[in-house]
C-alpha cells in the first residue's frame, strides 16, 4: 500500500515560515490534501489538490507537490497556527484508497 | 453552514457490535458521497469507508473490510456505520466527513466532532 512519510515534529519561531513536508513515491502524479488538527478537534481541510485553499484559509498558507515530496508552508507564523498537520492522499492503486500521513506536530516557539 | 455531528460511540466488548450515526445539515445531503474516517490515540486518521450520493457505491479499508457496513439514508440527511466483530485495536475517536469528489480523487471538507469507541472487556 502507498505510504505518506511525514517528519513528527518541527518548531518555528513567531513571524518565521514552516515548511511542513510529505513524502512518498512520486507524490507529485498524486493530488495532495493537507489537513490540521489542533487537541481535541476534528481535523479541518487547510490544502486540497496540492495547493488550492478553502474559504476561510488564510493567503499565508500554501501548498506545492513535486517529484516524491508535497509540501506546506506557513508564512509569518503564529501561535495559533500550532497544531497536528496531516498529508492525505486517494490512492487508487490499491484498497487502501484514503491514504495519510503519520502527521507533524508544529510547535511555535 | 454545513454541520456533521455524530453519535452512537460507547464501550463495547471485543466480539461486540455498534451502529455509529452522522446527521448532516447546511447543504444538499444526496450530492455528496460520505465517507467514515478514524484516529486511534496518538495516532493519524485512518480512512476507512465511503459511500456514494445515492448509496449504491460503497467501499472499505482492508482493515474493516468483511466487519464494517457503511449506508445512507437521504431523506434522514444521516450516514451509518455498523461495526461488528470489534477488536481492540477498533478503539478510535470515529469521524464522519463530507467526502468531496473529483476525478477520481476524493478529500475530506468537513469533519464532524467525532464519537469514541472504545472496545474493551
Known amino acids: 500500500s502507498y505510504v505518506l512519510t511525514q517528519p513528527p515534529s518541527l518548531s518555528v519561531a513567531p513571524g518565521e515560515a514552516a515548511t511542513i513536508t510529505c513524502a512518498g513515491n512520486?507524490?507529485?502524479?498524486?493530488?495532495v490534501h493537507w489537513y490540521q488538527q489542533k487537541p481535541g478537534q476534528a481535523p479541518v481541510l487547510v490544502i486540497y489538490?496540492?495547493?488550492s485553499r478553502p474559504s476561510g484559509i488564510p493567503e499565508r498558507i500554501s501548498g506545492s507537490n513535486s517529484g516524491n515530496t508535497a509540501a506546506l508552508t506557513i508564512s509569518r507564523v503564529e501561535a495559533g497556527d500550532e497544531a497536528d498537520y496531516y498529508c492525505?492522499?486517494?490512492?487508487?492503486?490499491?484498497?487502501?484508497?484514503?491514504?495519510f500521513g503519520g502527521g507533524t506536530k508544529l510547535t511555535v516557539l | 453552514q454545513v454541520q456533521l455531528v455524530e453519535s452512537g460511540g460507547g464501550l463495547v466488548k471485543p466480539g461486540g457490535s455498534l451502529r455509529l450515526s452522522c446527521t448532516a445539515s447546511?447543504?444538499?445531503?444526496?450530492?455528496?458521497?460520505m465517507s467514515w474516517i478514524r484516529q486511534a490515540p496518538g495516532k493519524g486518521p485512518e480512512w476507512i469507508s465511503y459511500?456514494?450520493?445515492?448509496?449504491?457505491?460503497?467501499h472499505y479499508a482492508d482493515s474493516v473490510k468483511g466487519r464494517f457496513t457503511i449506508s445512507r439514508d437521504n431523506a434522514q440527511k444521516s450516514v451509518y456505520l455498523h461495526l461488528s466483530s470489534l477488536r481492540a485495536d477498533d478503539t478510535a475517536v470515529y469521524f464522519c466527513?463530507?467526502?468531496?469528489?473529483?476525478?477520481?480523487?476524493?478529500?475530506?471538507?468537513?469533519w464532524g466532532q467525532g464519537t469514541q469507541v472504545t472496545v474493551s472487556s
Open positions: 489538490y496540492d495547493s
Open positions: 492525505q492522499v486517494w490512492d487508487s492503486s490499491s484498497d487502501h484508497l484514503g491514504v
Open positions: 459511500i456514494g450520493g445515492n448509496g449504491a457505491t460503497t
Open positions: 466527513a463530507r467526502d468531496s469528489f473529483l476525478a477520481g480523487i476524493h478529500w475530506f471538507d468537513p
Open positions: 447546511g447543504f444538499t445531503f444526496s450530492d455528496y458521497y
Open positions: 512520486n507524490i507529485g502524479g498524486k493530488s
